[in-house]
């Protein structure tokens, strides 16, 4: 299970004594004896964990590590802070065995403070435990019996039952139904009982838009740009003759939405009409439209909720092109299919369906498989049964076949819990999908070789060396720094890279932010980002935010101007079109903010490789948009 090493040069032996300086004085930590049991489960079902290795991971290593550069890839030595550390020290860590009741005790433990990791003795539970993410002082180890939950397995044996099986036990998680994972795909005109938007008024604005009768200019080709190579209008552009071919959306009268193709080029190519069956998004910035083109699945036309046509980049623009060169051959000037190698089942259907799975068949097409589920969104395979093509509660937690019919004691063993995985390997649950690598197929969707996505619980290793073929996004993916993420759903890329995971005190997962149940807050956030507390409720030496402006950025600013995320969470990655027009530079160009919040975590300046230099249209938005100029940039010095 951890088969990485590290060179014994790497990380210092941890030292008897931890030091750490802070105001009024220096602690030390005294040596101690502690004890405690070894779990599974919570409240009253659980059952005692026998033959586990308890480990002492001293929190100087793992600090150490933090400070050490990070590559996204297999065998890296430091993107596991707790595995790679015992990978390299197992012969000189202090560890423990529980006994056949689950207990387990250590004896004059060096003062310090340590990482208590759980290795189970066999697969049927996962490494890491509830105690793992916090590193404890040994005064706080001995001051009484510690209790440490551990995670159930997924039994080899298991198999998807869909998450309307989860919520009837589980009704008090019936709200992950108003989250925008169970939102991404929607049946037109058939609303799921797993699906509530009512969180999300606007979720078909650009949808009933399309329903009423809307018709594009598709003009402008531009083979050099990705997907968005044409400029879409919905008014005929002043030079017909660039145009290449319209597209009408309309409703038909047994009440489905379809477009009908026509060539501008030529007036003989016969029309096409086709079906528009799914959307694909919605909920945040953007929703695209899912054509069916015989047995394929295409995705063609975005929405941007804010978008507005007096933006002169066409990405930022209501409506954005998507792939309309797979409709139109502009070489040949006829209309034509999609090609099925890109069909949304092969490229991007991964992420979304709970428990994904391809086949092609003997015409070239390729299908996906999804979970059945009596109130899933649409029969996709066409067994009869509809399946769940959006992520699902097995999707995190793995299929719960088994974990259903189990007794009750022994549930919590059948089923993965991420809040009491290691930090690294709850937030590869999140990574796999929120980064850009790529899988078996060769495109972003990291499937292994028998195009299945990685089980909950898997190791982040594990996960890079079986499900990807290229760990890491594109080059171009990033912007010219080659560190912010320029694309989106790299969130996970980003995490990686910072320092949040790699540190001394505590490793932090996506879930300690993110809520994947439920939120009222948006994007999932547990705590309102607008608000200091959102950070300080974690980062104490902070809470003074007028102090710590003056102290990290010399910064006078009033602090009541600007929060933690203004600064921290800059917006790097775009998905939509952006927001607003942000600010105009004394040289009159204007430059303005992306969608999506880096997770680096670092402040970038305006001296950073991708903007200094960089006209204001392609340069990392960063030091030019309203939460820094509106605090500390004066705009006519940009």
Not at 130 to 154: C, F, H, W, Y
Not at 368 to 395: F, H, Q, V, W, Y
């Amino acid at each position: 299970m951890m088969k990485k090493t590290i060179a014994g040069s790497l990380l210092a032996l941890v030292s008897v004594f931890l030091i750490y300086g802070c105001t009024g004085g220096v602690k030390t930590y005294p040596n101690t004896s502690f004890k405690g049991v070894v779990e599974d489960g919570s409240k009253e079902t659980f059952l005692k964990v026998a033959n586990a290795t308890v480990w002492l991971i001293p929190a100087t290593d793992v600090a150490a590590m933090g400070k050490t550069p990070i590559e996204v890839k297999k065998d890296s030595p430091n993107d596991e802070p707790l595995e790679d550390n015992l990978a390299a020290n197992r012969g000189r860590y202090l560890n423990a065995k529980t006994n056949a009741r689950g207990e387990f005790s250590f004896a004059d433990v060096p003062g310090g403070k340590y990482f208590v990791y759980v290795e189970p003795a066999t697969a049927k539970y996962l490494p890491g435990g509830d105690k793992s993410r916090k590193a404890l002082g040994t005064d706080e180890l001995g001051a009484a019996p510690m209790l440490i939950k551990i995670s159930g397995n997924v039994p080899p044996n298991a198999t998807y039952i869909g998450s309307t099986a989860c919520i009837e036990c589980h009704e008090d998680q019936k709200h992950f139904t108003k989250t925008a994972h169970r939102l991404g795909i929607t049946v037109i005109g058939k609303q799921s009982k797993l699906q509530d938007f009512s969180r999300f008024p606007e979720f078909n604005k650009g949808l009933d838009k399309l329903m009423a009768g809307t018709k594009f200019w598709f003009h402008g080709y531009d083979k050099t740009r990705g997907f968005d190579k044409y400029q879409i209008s919905t008014k005929a552009p002043a030079d017909a003759a660039s145009v290449s071919f319209t597209a009408t959306f309309y409703k038909d009268k047994d009440g489905s939405l379809k477009f009908r193709a026509e060539n501008a080029k030529d007036a003989n190519d016969p029309a096409r009409v086709y079906p528009v069956e799914m959307t694909y998004g919605g909920a945040v910035y953007k929703q695209r439209y899912l054509v069916r083109v015989g047995a394929n699945l295409f995705p063609f036309v975005q929405f941007n909720q804010n978008g507005d046509e007096s933006f002169a980049d066409r990405g930022r623009k209501p409506w954005r092109d998507y792939h309309a060169d797979w409709f139109f051959n502009e070489e040949t000037k006829k209309l034509t299919n999609p090609p099925q190698a890109k069909s949304f089942d092969k490229e991007c259907a991964s992420c979304h369906y709970n428990a994904y799975t391809l086949t092609k068949t003997a015409a070239g097409d390729y299908k996906a498989g999804a979970s059945n589920d009596r109130n899933g969104e649409l029969d996709i395979d066409g067994d009869g049964k509809p399946n769940e093509i959006n992520m699902g509660c097995e999707t995190c937690h793995g299929p719960g076949s088994v974990h259903d019919k189990a007794k009750e004691i022994d549930m919590p063993a059948t089923i993965v819990s991420p809040n009491k995985l290691a930090a690294e390997r709850s937030s590869a649950i999140c990574v796999q999908c929120h980064s850009r690598p790529q899988g078996n197929l060769k495109n972003d969707q990291p499937v292994n070789t028998a195009n299945k996505m990685m089980l909950p619980g898997t190791s982040r290793n594990t996960y890079l060396k079986d499900y990807t073929t290229r760990e890491d996004a594109g080059k171009n993916d990033y912007w010219a720094d080659g560190l912010h993420s320029k694309s989106h759903h790299q969130q996970g890329t980003d995490f990686i890279k910072s320092s949040k995971h790699r540190n001394g005190n505590q490793l932090v997962a996506c879930s300690d932010c993110h809520d994947t149940h439920d939120s009222k807050f948006p994007h999932q956030m547990k705590a309102d980002t607008n608000k200091a507390e959102s950070c300080t409720s974690c980062h104490k030496d902070s809470t003074d935010l007028k102090a710590h402006l003056a102290d990290k950025a010399k910064c006078t600013v009033d602090a009541a101007k600007i929060t933690c995320s203004d600064c921290h969470n800059t917006k790097t990655m775009q998905t939509g079109a952006g927001f607003g027009k942000g600010l105009t530079g004394k040289d009159g160009k204007n430059y303005w903010l992306n969608d999506i919040t880096s997770h680096i975590y670092d402040v970038p300046r305006k001296d950073n490789k991708g903007v200094k230099g960089v006209a204001p249209g392609a340069a990392m938005p960063i030091p030019y948009t309203k939460p820094c100029g509106a605090a500390c940039h004066d705009t006519k010095n940009l």
